[in-house]
């Protein structure tokens, strides 16, 4: 759970001696290089069950939270998330603001290298956020720069209006990184520790082409981590302890293999022949292990749910979608198919990861909006009767996609079963394919019903309520509401966005549209259910942005 108190507040914000923004990168001065990394590394190997496979690595590009935890490993921001979840420095040594919010200087350390030995400085950021603000990078995660962080010129920049070259971002010399803003963000400095901030060396990459994040050759390091050996969709990756990182002293691991496992059986196999040191498991494996000092709960801000095409006649029918997430029971999939430590939700929002200046959670009950989303098959099926009416049949026939885990595919056949014997004249065919691909599917639109999730990538309600704004590129079921759309603009660059109290009522506002129209059918808040040997010590877990950090690791 992030700290209450890293939500509003600059953890260290320094007195901002003024720089005028617009300083052009001009006369920037060369800096040194670096030493490289060593070749031959020592230390022990943790090895960490993934369930799925990777297929790119690429901090602005790539859009998983497998990849997120490869990303964190391999490169440091401004800044990375301290163990209690609070936002502390990592490339940046210190960071200033105006008297306005609207400018922000970051002072770099100049004991930061990439991988090659070239030093990592202001220009490197410069370049990375205008990459992921070019319209070709076609990077999803872009609207973080522009409607989440409103950083100055990105909307106009990803709209192809103008030169990414324009956008709000400067390097008055090696290391002096300036942004404006266009709007105070609260919240600002927790952005930064996401991939998507992070920094990208522009000759590295150009030099790469298309293959740039599909090898070891073909990708830079700058953090605790180097990529060893990697191919795209490879059942294992592996790490090794990048020795000219600036904080290699601390870093007591000697590198990290990542091994794909989709059946929480064969992970337990593997854990209890010390095969692996850490794996997630589910279902009936839960019983055989909860009771074991090894055995640890992690709270997750994912929120698994339903999502469905609304380009579809079907389901642009509202007593349709109600019909759905009326007669699903999240208690039975919980309890007796994950059976994880999960916990069924009704809500848009999850609970336990954004809070209030005063600590309040956003979401305080898993059921807030009864008469909108609950469990009631009585509801459901009479939503079914006037969906059927409306749309003038009787029976209905749907796929419903989702990954190929053994643990996903399980809940979407629970699901599918339960939505058979509540609504009469529906037949679901559950399509399980891999993660990678059901998510291209969704990005054009090619499915009727899919099982997926979001997690929140930092601290507020934000995260999630963006998602299904009219044309964002993660609104997967093609939702469009003017009313919605102008608080979501009201509450981020609008009069709303420094008003915190205000602001925190009509975000609620918002979410009650999402449960009205039921734009999506939550199912579930994950909680994570790991085992992790006992020799194994500092992986520090968090529900927000990267989700597993292995910095002060041990084993």
């Known amino acids: 759970m992030v700290k209450k108190n890293s939500q509003l507040l600059f953890p260290f914000i320094l007195p901002l001696f003024f720089l005028v923004f617009g300083c052009g990168s001009k006369d920037i001065r060369s800096a040194k290089k670096g030493p490289l990394p060593e070749k031959n590394v020592s230390g022990p190997v943790l090895n960490v069950m993934l369930d799925t496979s990777i297929q790119l690595i690429d901090q602005q590009v790539s859009t998983e939270g497998t990849v997120f935890e490869i990303v964190g490993d391999l490169l440091d921001g401004l800044m990375q998330m301290a163990e209690d979840g609070s936002v502390v420095p990592a490339v940046a040594k210190s960071m200033g603001v105006s008297p306005d919010g609207l400018v922000y200087t970051f002072n770099l350390r100049d004991d930061s290298y990439w991988s090659n030995g070239e030093p990592v400085t202001a220009r490197d950021f410069v370049y990375a956020w205008e990459r992921a603000c070019t319209p070709s990078t076609e990077a999803e995660y872009s609207y973080l720069m522009s409607d989440i962080a409103h950083i100055k010129n990105a909307v106009a920049i990803q709209a192809g209006q103008m030169d990414p070259n324009q956008l709000g971002v400067r390097a008055l010399d090696d290391y002096t990184l300036q942004v404006q803003l266009e709007v105070p963000l609260s919240f600002f400095d927790q952005l930064l520790y996401f991939c998507t901030f992070y920094p990208a060396n522009e000759k590295f990459i150009k030099s790469c082409g298309s293959s740039y994040g599909t090898s070891p050759e073909t990708f830079l390091s700058n953090g605790a981590f180097l990529l060893k050996d990697f191919k795209p969709g ?6 090794v302890k990048n020795t000219a990182y600036y904080d290699a002293s601390k870093i007591q691991l000697g590198g990290i293999h990542y091994e794909v496992v989709k059946s929480p059986a064969e992970a337990l196999s593997k854990f209890r022949s010390g095969q692996l040191d850490l794996i997630e498991v589910s279902g009936s494996v839960v019983g055989e292990v909860k009771d074991s000092p090894e055995f640890k709960t992690v709270e997750s801000g994912f929120l698994w749910y339903l999502t469905a095409n609304m380009e579809m006649r079907e389901f642009a029918n509202l007593n349709m979608r109600r019909a759905f997430t009326f007669a699903i029971d999240r208690g039975v999939i919980t309890d007796s198919v994950i059976a994880d430590g999960s916990r069924p939700t009704y809500t848009a929002i999850p609970s336990a990861f954004a809070f209030n200046s005063s600590g309040q959670d956003f979401t305080t009950a898993s059921v807030e909006f009864p008469e909108l989303c609950s469990y009631d098959p009585e509801k459901a099926r009479e939503c079914w009767r006037m969906a059927q009416n409306e749309l003038g049949l009787s029976s209905f026939s749907f796929k419903l996609l989702t990954d190929d885990t053994q643990t996903q595919t399980a809940v979407a056949n629970e699901i599918k079963r339960q939505l058979e014997a509540t609504l ?65 603009a009201n509450c981020s660059d609008g009069e709303l966005s420094t008003k915190l109290a205000e602001r925190w009522s009509a975000m609620k506002d918002a979410e009650k549209i999402i449960m009205r129209e039921a734009v999506i059918f939550p199912l579930y808040q994950q909680c994570g259910a790991d085992l992790m040997k006992s020799n194994v010590k500092g992986v520090a877990f968090h529900p927000v942005g990267i989700n597993r950090i292995y910095k002060n690791a041990r084993k």
Do not use: H
């Open 424 to 488: 009469p004249g529906l037949r679901i065919e559950v399509e399980s394919i891999q993660k990678s691909a059901r998510l291209d599917r969704m990005s054009e639109a090619d499915f009727e019903i899919a099982l997926t999730r979001w997690g929140p990538d930092y601290a507020d309600p934000m995260t999630y309520l963006s998602l299904w704004t009219t044309g964002n590129e993660n609104n997967y079921g093609r939702f469009s509401d003017p009313t919605y759309d102008a608080i979501i």
């Open 234 to 239: 490879a059942s294992s990756l592996d790490l």
